[in-house]
């Protein structure tokens, strides 16, 4: 299996696999959405809320907000069922507390983490609006989760594959310069002087056959080549999209521990 890296930024990587099966790629991806452990709060203690919002709608906001948890973040913290406390402690906890008085809109940099290392993502996510004079007072404590429970420990916004386009085109048929037009995502550029259409960027073909529809005289035709893959993995910033993919392979093969252990 060969791995060649298209792009990549702090959210988002873009590769392709070659020489892979197609439940092989799905696994990684799977275990990419549900199964990479992430920071998220999970319990809200409420001391005073004088907004309009309900305390659910706001401490669902504050699970929904995304939370550093890159590896260094979680680095010797554990998930709440596999810790031996009897409620929260720093090793499978952290808690951000909210304090602020109105009028204004309270934002997600207002929540102040007992660790420097775990702290909203984005510090302008807005969180609830206060009017003069009232307060909001709380305490939102995260744990490690899985996606598999709930989304708001899911670290990958995208987490998708395709298989890599092929388009090849028929010699015995007339040239149909027409379908440059039709496509919906310029891949196909009609060049008259050498007959024939070229083929601008491929990787970016959605495989919506439109080309093939509108073709009469079957000059094109849309396949895919069959091990080959690419893979999108963005991230909701609470960890590099690499990082998610290394603890993805890291679980997997933990399960292909565990069947040979079994097979023994
Ligand atoms: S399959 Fe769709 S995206 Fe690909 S070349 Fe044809 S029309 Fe364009
Ligand atoms: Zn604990």
């Known amino acids: 299996m060969e791995i060649e890296v298209k792009s990549k930024d702090e959210n988002e990587i873009v590769f392709i696999v070659h020489n892979a099966e197609v439940p092989f790629i799905n696994a990684i991806r799977r275990i990419a959405m549900m199964e990479v452990p992430k920071i998220a709060v999970e319990d809200v ?100 989760g899985i996606g598999e429970n709930h989304a708001k420990w899911m670290p990958t916004t995208v987490c998708a594959y395709k298989q890599y386009p092929k388009i090849t085109f028929n010699e015995d048929a007339e040239v149909n310069y027409d379908l440059a037009d039709v496509c919906p995502r310029n891949i196909l550029k009609s060049d008259r002087r050498s007959k024939k259409l070229k083929i601008l960027d491929i990787e970016n073909c959605s495989m919506c056959k439109t080309c093939m529809r509108a073709d009469e005289n079957d000059y094109i035709d849309i396949g895919y080549e069959k091990n080959i893959f690419i893979f999108t993995i963005e991230t909701d910033g609470s960890m590099p999209p690499e990082e998610v993919l290394l603890k993805a392979c890291d679980v997997l093969s933990d399960k292909a521990d565990k069947i040979i252990e079994f097979s023994k």
């Open 45 to 144: 203690n409420v001391i005073i809320n004088d907004s309009a919002m309900f305390n659910e709608v706001l401490a669902h906001r504050l699970g929904l907000t995304p939370l550093i948890s890159n590896a260094k973040a979680i680095e010797g913290m554990v998930m709440a069922e596999e810790c031996d406390c009897e409620e929260y402690c720093p090793k499978c906890s952290v808690s951000l507390t909210l304090k602020k008085t109105g009028p204004g809109i309270v934002y997600s940099k207002d929540l102040a983490s007992t660790d420097s290392t775990i702290i909203p993502v984005y510090d302008t996510i807005p969180l609830l609006k206060l009017k003069e004079d009232e307060n909001v007072d709380l305490e939102a404590v995260a744990k490690i």
